[in-house]
């Protein structure tokens, strides 16, 4: 049996069309491949990021700190305690990138009673880098409520006060 009636398909010409065009843009120069007038070099693997609504530093204000910020506090109540959920600002004092986690992160209450890190099983490790502050968010458990907490990081310390807290 003679399978030249295929040829005489449109369905088929048309299948054959459109492989030889993908191959064709398959296998063009990475220069000729231009995204609405940008040449695809370096340009395309830089990441922008713009802060919308933050004002920009006074030139007289006070210096950045050494260590870490606690930039944002945040508690959600469950049935046998509640989590906090602590954002921070921090830069790695040496040069290689610091992992934070409980050996790293030391989390306390007023009175010195430690606070374990909540278990999350999918969260993928955090670290701070030593190039540029890096903004981390690490969640705690605390069993019962209290006003404040102490954080230990790189030898400096950060007292955050919890909202709704006493």
Not at 11 to 23: P, S
Not at 120 to 126: D, E, G, S, V
Request: some cysteine; hydrophobic content about 45%.
């Amino acid at each position: 049996m003679s399978y030249l009636f295929l040829l005489k398909r449109f369905e088929v010409w048309l299948l054959f069309g459109v492989v030889v065009c993908l191959l064709v843009f398959a296998f063009q120069p990475l220069e000729e491949k231009a995204v609405a007038g940008v040449e695809a070099s370096e340009e395309l693997t830089k990441v922008v990021v713009t802060e919308i609504g933050v004002s920009e530093p006074d030139a007289e204000a006070a210096p950045e700190p050494e260590g870490f910020q606690i930039t944002a506090v945040k508690v959600e109540p469950t049935e046998q305690g509640q989590v906090v959920e602590v954002t921070l600002l921090a830069r790695a004092k040496t040069e290689d990138a610091v992992l934070v986690n409980e050996e790293t992160l030391k989390a306390s209450t007023g009175d010195g009673v430690p606070i374990p890190h909540f278990f999350a099983p999918f969260q993928t490790p955090q670290s701070v880098g030593a190039e540029e502050e890096s903004l981390v968010t690490v969640k705690l458990w605390m069993a019962d409520a209290s006003g404040s907490i102490w954080l230990d990081f790189q030898g400096d310390r950060a007292k955050a006060e919890l909202p709704g807290g006493s």
